[in-house]
T-cell receptor, first 110, second 118 residues
Framework: AQRVTQPEKLLSVFKGAPVELKCNYSYSGSPELFWYVQYSRQRLQLLLRHISRESIKGFTADLNKGETSFHLKKPFAQEEDSAMYYCALSVPGGYNKLIFGAGTRLAVHP | DSGVTQTPKHLITATGQRVTLRCSPR?????VYWYQQSLDQGLQFLIQ???????AKGNILERFSAQQFPDLHSELNLSSLELGDSALYFC?????????????????FGPGTRLTVL
């Protein structure tokens, strides 16, 4: 079965420090990977998806099929980055349903 | 603002009762998805509709059902409620469903309905 693992429940960093939110998945084929962000009391928002290869708000993520990972990175964290981050997986033929990881709370301290 | 709306925002009810959660997708989106977010299970896919037809089912209990109406809004019906059904229920929408394709359609989420069962 497909699964997404986010090993860290909480990641606490200082402003200006690099950030890496880990995401590993289990799927033998070619999945699509997404990062969603949920700011306090707001809805889930798409941050980025691997096929677009965009950098949003300074965040990037590279799909590593060999390591089955899709880690989210940002070189310099900002206080406004504090939020819940969810990694999600969609598989071909899966009717677009998303399989989410448990989420990582990022806390950026001044 | 993604445009997906959900009502009500909060719902408090008792065990054994039945509730209906409503979702209106973004204008032009034909697919609607329902997800449940609970402390112990995280975010889990429940069910999906495309243009009025059920397309995929996830971990949805038999006590739960859903439908999508001709105007494309969707309702999630939860019956014989138990304490464990307390959760945040999200609706998401996307333009289309690409069942056999290799590119997933971006889903846009609503603000959620928080259900508390006492």
């Amino acid at each position: 079965a497909q699964r997404v693992t986010q090993p860290e429940k909480l990641l606490s960093v200082f402003k200006g420090a690099p950030v890496e939110l880990k995401c590993n998945y289990s799927y033998s084929g070619s999945p699509e990977l997404f990062w969603y962000v949920q700011y306090s009391r707001q809805r889930l928002q798409l941050l980025l998806r691997h096929i677009s290869r965009e950098s949003i708000k300074g965040f990037t993520a590279d799909l590593n099929k060999g390591e089955t990972s899709f880690h989210l990175k940002k070189p310099f964290a900002q206080e406004e980055d504090s939020a819940m981050y969810y990694c999600a997986l969609s598989v071909p033929g899966g009717y677009n349903k998303l399989i989410f990881g448990a989420g990582t709370r990022l806390a950026v301290h001044p | 603002d993604s445009g997906v709306t959900q009502t009500p925002k909060h719902l408090i009810t008792a065990t054994g009762q039945r509730v209906t959660l409503r979702c209106s997708p973004r204008s032009g989106d034909l697919s609607v998805y329902w997800y449940q977010q609970s402390l112990d299970q995280g975010l889990q896919f429940l069910i999906q509709y495309y243009n009025g037809e059920e397309r995929a089912k996830g971990n949805i209990l038999e006590r739960f059902s859903a439908q999508q109406f001709p105007d494309l809004h969707s309702e999630l019906n939860l019956s014989s409620l138990e304490l464990g059904d307390s959760a945040l229920y999200f609706c998401a929408s996307s333009v289309a469903v690409l069942a056999g394709g290799s590119v997933a359609d971006t889903q846009y989420f609503g603000p959620g309905t928080r259900l508390t069962v006492l």
